[in-house]
């Protein structure tokens, strides 16, 4: 347990060093392509023009990196405090300061938010705007002073240090060693934070003196993931040699290398055939003289090419490098694959990935493993979620229903994970939300689902339970009727919010759909939508049974004017991370008031006959019948 909680807190800190980084790709993406373009040795020299290179890399960068901390920890106020005490370290050196700004950044914004629970509360009404302002005024340049005077200088001598060894191993051939530690890190669970969060700043110092940087190939090199998919395309077996083909193009030309993982992950010994090839392809690089002038990503050969300085050899050198850790790769995993007994379960693989890449779900089944039997006399089940408004409350629905059904006298509630209470016997959560959960109760049962509408991981637990209890039917819808006590208002599902015959091009354009009408119907405000698409990014809201329910974080509670829904009826249906959804019910949850509707749509669309009465119905109070029918 000791051991999943470390790893649990390293891929967190890895995650949000990315976090910092990757928002602003795009800008140092312009950057660099205006370093490829106009600097002297560029595409097409601009003296002018070459004028932005230093500006951007000193200036914008870092503070867009510091913001973008400080937004984080603490909002919109944690993100200018941030940037302020950015602006400390940046004036005090004369080297980009992206470590800089990843210390001072969260930093502003851990300080403004730990003074603003310090005067909760306690500043007198009319006053709010001036403490605010001030505080954050001031708080800001204190630590922009702090940062000139103490840690742009440590981190200055840091960062030229790392500069001088990274200089050192390339100058006696050392740097192919570093990918003994990146390819395993890649597959394990921390590629974005390595490459964004560590290499990248590095990177761009190296840009801005040498005019382009070896670090920025290391971990973006397609090389290696190519070689092993290759193999599997001639040496595979089953499932696995039909998909490579496909994974191949999607990970050579897309650039998603997290596609290949579970390919490694089903033959272990193939993390040998990674780390050879991409010491090859380091060795390449530092022979032929390769290198980028900007960010690659994702790590495509497309971006890569598209990154590489404009003369015959850094071509040659960067397409060399690739090509050369493809064929090691290749040898030596076809090698592997040819012998020995290969154990071609790519779902059970793609689930360990999921469980070790610290990313989308993190560790989700290492915990489940190691738990013990199903607590005796349980009386308290908790669903839980991130905003505890929409998913969870579906699932608790429908388990509270199989609950009663077989007459079990235990609660059944549903909370967002920040609020999961200590007495919790039996937590349920999403797969990815696992590890959180697991942090935030440790001694209760932990069980993931990864269907909420018909997920058999309820009949499961109903039958464990009902070895155990012994209940009173009555006493039990005393209790449920307790907590449902909340206003019914057959008025939040209306029919001008329901939508027939919709088509979307995208998930995120379906999700802005639902959330413009809950804006119009003013059930919430504008940053709400937002909000709606950063908790689809971080778990998706598919539900399962082609239903997804798309709405805001645990944050944007407080954005909420009033509960309300829209229906959206998407025949043909829409892409939700690889599953087909074509019913949509965006939701806006305020105290509660939602959940007696919500409830019977979960249990309206556990039923698939249902769902598809829903997806073809002509009208919608014929929609809404349906729903209510439940």
């Known amino acids: 347990m000791a051991q999943s909680n470390i790893k649990v807190a390293v891929q967190k800190f890895g995650n949000f060093l990315s976090s910092m980084v ?9 950057w660099g392509l205006i370093t490829a373009l106009f600097i002297p040795t560029g595409f097409f020299p601009n003296e002018s023009l070459a004028k932005l290179v230093d500006p951007m890399v000193k200036y914008l960068l870092p503070l867009l990196i510091g913001y973008t901390g400080g937004k984080l920890v603490h909002d919109q106020r944690g993100g200018v405090v941030g940037a302020i005490a950015t602006m400390g370290v940046i004036v005090g050196s004369d080297i980009p300061m992206f470590l800089g700004a990843m210390i001072m950044g969260p930093l502003g914004g851990y300080i403004i938010k730990k003074f603003d629970q310090f005067i909760e509360g306690k500043v007198k009404t009319g006053f709010e705007m001036l403490i605010n302002n001030f505080s954050a005024g001031i708080l800001g340049g204190i630590l922009a002073i702090l940062a000139f005077l103490g840690v742009s200088p440590a981190v ?11 200089d050192w191993m390339v100058a006696h051939g050392l740097l192919p060693l570093t990918s003994i530690l990146i390819e395993p890190a890649k597959i394990l669970f921390l590629n974005n934070a390595i490459n964004h969060g560590i290499l990248s700043p590095i990177g761009a110092e190296q840009i801005r003196t040498n005019g382009q940087s070896i670090l920025l190939l290391l971990e973006t090199n397609p090389g290696p993931g190519l070689g092993i998919l290759l193999a599997y395309c001639f040496f595979g077996k089953g499932t696995a040699k039909q998909s490579a083909p496909g994974a191949a193009i999607i990970h050579f030309i897309g650039g998603i290398h997290e596609i290949y993982f579970p390919y490694v992950l089903m033959r272990p010994l193939l993390i040998i055939a990674a780390i050879l090839g991409g010491m090859s392809g380091v060795f390449t690089f530092v022979l032929l003289g390769g290198g980028l002038q900007a960010v690659a990503s994702p790590g495509s050969i497309l971006a890569i090419l598209a990154a590489t300085p404009g003369n015959a050899g850094s071509y040659v050198a960067n397409i060399s490098g690739v090509l050369v850790a493809a064929i090691v790769s290749f040898i030596v995993g076809s090698l592997i694959l040819k012998t020995g007994k290969q154990t071609e379960d790519l779902d059970e693989a793609a689930r360990k990935m999921q469980e070790m890449k610290g990313k989308k779900s993190s560790v989700a089944g290492s915990f489940t493993k190691q738990q013990r039997e199903v607590p005796a006399s349980v009386q308290k089940i908790v669903f839980a979620c991130d905003a ?3 998913s969870s409350a579906m699932g608790a629905s429908l388990l509270r229903k199989k609950v009663k059904q077989a007459d079990l006298n235990i609660s059944v509630t549903n909370t967002a994970i920040s609020n999961i209470p200590s007495d919790a016997q039996i937590v349920i959560t999403q797969e990815e939300l696992t590890p959180r959960a697991q942090n935030k109760v440790p001694d209760a049962y932990h069980i993931s689902v990864d269907n909420f509408l018909s997920s058999p991981e309820y009949d499961k637990l109903i039958d464990q339970l009902k070895n155990d209890h012994t209940t009173s039917k009555a006493e039990e819808e005393k209790r449920v009727s307790a907590e449902n006590n909340t206003d019914s208002n057959d008025g939040l599902l209306k029919e001008e919010n329901v939508f027939l015959n919709q088509h979307f091009s995208s998930k995120e354009e379906a999700i802005r759909f639902a959330g413009s009408v809950l804006v119009k119907g003013r059930y919430v405000e504008e940053n709400y939508v937002e909000a709606m698409i950063e908790r689809d990014n971080m778990t998706s809201t598919y539900m399962g049974n082609d239903v997804a329910i ?11 004017l009033r509960s309300g829904f829209t229906v959206i009826q998407v025949p043909e249906g829409v892409d939700f991370d690889g599953e087909k959804v ?11 008031t939602h959940l007696e509707i919500l409830s019977g749509i979960a249990i309206t669309c556990s039923d698939m006959d249902n769902i598809e009465k829903m997806v073809h119905a002509k009208s919608a109070k014929e929609l809404m019948a349906i729903i209510q029918s439940n």
Do not use: Q
């Open 550 to 560: 798309p709405h805001g974080t645990e944050e944007a509670k407080k954005n909420v």
């Open 22 to 30: 990757m928002p602003n790709i795009g800008a140092f993406i312009a």
């Open 388 to 390: 505890g408004m929409g």
């Open 582 to 592: 074509r019913l949509i019910f965006g939701i806006a949850g305020k105290d509660g």
């Open 156 to 166: 200055d001598g840091f960062t030229g240090a790392l500069v001088v060894g990274v």
